[in-house]
């Protein structure tokens, strides 16, 4: 699925670099989670590692047919982790 960036989310980025949440993106292991944004808009995030293993979360949203628009990423945070680690244990 094709995935665009806005350029106010690359620079929203802190600590995570672009192909980073190209690597999570396009990882084997991916574990789709719906949420909601902080501003009420319904998002898609997706749980996954990046090539050395880093977990990340990175929000999308699908604005026309099979396109995303990548609205941020962010590290997991400990509970997080141990979720998505009890999650890749079942897979």
Do not use: H, N
């Not at 094709?2 to 949440?21: F, M, Q, S």
């Not at 949420?35 to 949203?61: C, D, E, F, K, N």
């Not at 604005?63 to 941020?72: A, L, P």
Request: proline letters at 5%.
């Amino acid at each position: 699925m094709p995935y665009e960036w806005e350029d106010w989310a690359l620079a929203a980025l802190l600590g995570i670099e672009p192909y980073e949440v190209w690597q999570a993106l396009d990882a084997r292991r991916r574990w789709p989670r719906r949420a909601v944004s902080a501003t009420g808009v319904p998002v898609l995030t997706v749980w996954s590692r990046t090539v050395a293993g880093r977990p990340l979360i990175v929000a999308v949203y699908q604005t026309t047919g099979f396109t995303w628009k990548v609205i941020g990423a962010r590290e997991m945070a400990d509970d997080e982790l141990k979720e998505f680690s009890r999650w890749e244990e079942t897979r």
